[in-house]
């Protein structure tokens, strides 16, 4: 079966430092991967997505970045954090683009202070 | 473009009362799917259900059934005999036009009160 992993959960970081979440998914290959961003008491934000490795679309211009270094594993990046980077990020694969039915990772709380 | 419409931002009931989250959307395209994901206190979101444009049939699974109307873009849910388990933030999706990117509405919070 199909799983999803993402890391950290809980991150705590001071504006201006850098950022790294990890996404990997294990059990399917050439997903496409998904990152949005839920503010407090917000909706789902659509950030990135990839169809295939080094394939990444952005859908909001933003301080973050995301790269696909290998088929499953999908990096959210900042160089400098910003405070209103702060939110709830959540990764999610799609096996069937055309439908689009989505599974999300545990999520990763990031604050900034 | 692709627009979900969730009005209720909160929502209180008494456990085993039946409850209806709303969800209308908007798309010019014939061909689109439709979602529900549950993200329970935890966080994660939950996918629920996938429903397809040309697909109007109305589906239950136990307490959960799910009403479908093109005529009116709407794909209401519907919990009978609410349980406390059944809080969490629901939202409604809507994927059309071969984006292959989701739309979600800003969420529906339910409190089920003991």
């Known amino acids: 079966s199909q799983t999803i992993h993402q890391w950290p959960a809980t991150l705590v970081q001071p504006v201006g430092s850098p950022l790294s979440l990890e996404c990997t998914v294990e059990?399917?290959?050439?997903?496409?991967l998904y990152w949005y961003r839920q503010a407090a008491g917000r909706g789902l934000q659509l950030l990135f997505y990839?169809?295939?490795?080094?394939?990444i679309s952005s859908e909001v211009p933003q301080n973050l970045s995301a790269s696909r270094p290998q088929d499953r594993q999908f990096i959210l990046s900042s160089k400098k954090l910003l405070l209103s980077d702060s939110g709830f990020y959540l990764c999610?694969?799609?096996?069937?683009?055309?439908?689009?039915?989505?599974?999300f990772g545990e999520g990763s709380r990031l604050t900034v202070l | 473009a692709q627009k979900v419409t969730q009005a209720q931002t909160e929502i209180s009931v008494v456990e085993k009362e039946d409850v209806t989250l709303d969800c209308v959307y908007e798309?010019?395209?014939?061909?689109?799917?439709l979602f529900w994901y549950k993200q329970p206190p935890s966080g994660e979101l939950v996918f629920l259900i996938r429903?397809?444009?040309?697909?109007?049939q109305n589906e239950i699974s136990g307490r959960y059934s799910w009403n479908f109307q093109k005529s009116t873009s709407s794909f209401n849910f519907t919990i009978t005999a609410s349980q406390v388990v059944d809080s969490a933030v629901y939202f409604c999706?809507?994927?059309?036009?071969?984006?292959?990117?989701?739309?979600f509405g800003t969420g529906t919070k339910l409190q089920v009160i003991p």
């Open positions: 798309t010019r395209d014939t061909t689109y799917y």
């Open positions: 059990g399917t290959s050439n997903p496409n």
């Open positions: 429903r397809n444009s040309f697909d109007e």
């Open positions: 999706a809507l994927n059309s036009g071969g984006y292959q990117k989701v739309t």
């Open positions: 999610a694969w799609t096996g069937t683009p055309n439908t689009g039915e989505l599974f």
């Open positions: 990839s169809i295939g490795i080094d394939q």
